[in-house]
């Protein structure tokens, strides 16, 4: 049984999401416990995380068996099926694991999955939308928002920016934002500094109030 090592993972639900927060646990150097109800699901998966376990995770005395209690953390992949979802989280919280993590399909569902123990809920779908939204509409490249609405992203060098140095644009001054780093074509990234040189091309990473980092973002 891995329950119990440390920093012991459970997923359940091995769909396209849990499969892939499993798979990059086991990257990480994590024991990763996969439970499945579905049998190829279950076979696809065997030989690639630490355990793999077909059970329906509904049932609290089958997740108990399994030496869950132990688990420091528990990801629950199942969108879908929300009361299967809803069950499960159900149970882990009864069980005590004490990290529940659970994937909501919409709102209401993140809302429900809220009040009945998960500590921490993702809307994986709803995430990804609005980053990319950030891509297509603006000139953004990447783009991270943090919870209490701070971001970071990476944009080309505005024109008010080039052939001078950071000090020179004066960019947090005017927009209140910070360049983090500049990755320039052919050459490392580097940290940016007040003498960092800009030139046409070159590729900043620039954090801040997630609004003035999307105006920042859309200069040319
Ligand atoms: P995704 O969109 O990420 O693929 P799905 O909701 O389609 O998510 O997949 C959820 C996975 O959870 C499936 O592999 C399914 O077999 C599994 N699953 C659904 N209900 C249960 C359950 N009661 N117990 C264990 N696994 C379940």
Do not use: C
């Not at 696809?44 to 077909?54: F, I, M, N, P």
């Not at 919280?93 to 994937?103: F, L, P, Q, R």
């Amino acid at each position: 049984s891995i329950a119990g090592s440390e920093d012991s993972v459970v997923v359940i639900g091995l769909g396209r999401f849990g499969g892939a927060v499993a798979e990059s646990l086991m990257r990480l150097g994590h024991e990763v416990l996969g439970v499945d109800s579905n049998a190829e699901r279950v076979q696809k998966w065997a030989d690639r995380l630490t355990h793999v376990v077909q059970a329906d995770s509904t049932d609290i005395d089958a997740l108990k068996q399994l030496g869950l209690k132990h688990v420091q953390h528990a990801v629950v992949g199942i969108g879908s099926d929300i009361e299967a979802s809803v069950l499960t989280v159900l149970a882990l919280e009864e069980i005590g694991v004490d990290d529940i993590w659970a994937k909501a399909t919409g709102l209401r569902h993140g809302q429900i999955l809220e009040r009945i123990g998960a500590h921490h809920v993702v809307h994986p779908e709803a995430a990804m939308g609005e980053r990319v939204a950030h891509l297509v509409t603006g000139k953004m490249m990447d783009f991270m928002e943090f919870e209490d609405g701070f971001a970071i992203a990476k944009t080309t060098a505005p024109e008010e920016s080039l052939d001078m140095t950071l000090s020179e644009s004066n960019l947090r001054q005017k927009y209140g934002i910070t360049v983090v780093g500049v990755k320039r074509r052919h050459a490392d990234f580097i940290y940016a500094q007040a003498d960092t040189y800009i030139e046409p091309g070159d590729i900043l990473v620039i954090s801040g109030p997630t609004k003035l980092v999307e105006t920042f973002a859309n200069l040319v």
